[in-house]
């Protein structure tokens, strides 16, 4: 064998790393090193919180025509029962409606809103009797 075998081969120096790239600072490119540490920085603004727009409350003449439906249908339940019952529900709808409006934004007229539930309660409820006890007696048994 000969005198130089793979385990004796040292390899020439070799270049090394490449130094990194300067600014005019003389400061390596990358490094904001110029700025205030970290702990020294201003704190970040707040965020506002989100929140939901608040809620609109019904117009006056909606409330007004919510307790007229509900007037109307307490006036004609006795004579036509079966055309109450969609009268007094879209009141009864209508005034809940204004109701939980104008207690979240505490606004409009909640005293006519509850007024319109209550007479559209009452035409409801008596509007079913009626129809109830007219289609019992229309029956005719053996």
């Given at each position: 064998?000969?005198?130089?075998?793979?385990?004796?081969?040292?390899?020439?120096?070799?270049?090394?790393?490449?130094?990194?790239?300067?600014?005019?600072?003389?400061?390596?490119v990358?490094?904001?090193?110029?700025?205030?540490?970290?702990?020294?920085?201003?704190?970040?603004?707040?965020?506002?919180?989100?929140?939901?727009?608040?809620?609109?409350?019904?117009?006056?003449?909606?409330?007004?025509?919510?307790?007229?439906?509900?007037?109307?249908?307490?006036?004609?339940?006795?004579?036509?029962?079966?055309?109450?019952?969609?009268?007094?529900?879209?009141?009864?709808?209508?005034?809940?409606?204004?109701?939980?409006?104008?207690?979240?934004?505490?606004?409009?007229?909640?005293?006519?809103?509850?007024?319109?539930?209550?007479?559209?309660?009452?035409?409801?409820?008596?509007?079913?009797?009626?129809?109830?006890?007219s289609?019992?007696?229309?029956?005719?048994?053996?």
């Amino acid at each position: 064998m000969s005198a130089l075998s793979g385990w004796d081969y040292q390899q020439p120096p070799g270049s090394g790393p490449a130094p990194a790239p300067h600014d005019d600072s003389g400061e390596p490119v990358g490094y904001n090193l110029g700025g205030p540490p970290i702990y020294q920085q201003p704190p970040l603004p707040l965020l506002e919180p989100y929140h939901l727009p608040a809620p609109t409350p019904k117009k006056t003449w909606e409330v007004a025509v919510d307790f007229g439906l509900s007037l109307v249908g307490l006036a004609i339940v006795a004579f036509v029962p079966s055309f109450t019952l969609p009268i007094s529900g879209f009141a009864l709808v209508g005034s809940a409606m204004a109701l939980i409006r104008s207690r979240r934004a505490s606004a409009g007229l909640p005293r006519l809103a509850v007024a319109g539930l209550v007479l559209a309660a009452v035409g409801l409820v008596l509007a079913f009797f009626l129809v109830a006890a007219s289609y019992g007696s229309s029956t005719s048994g053996p």
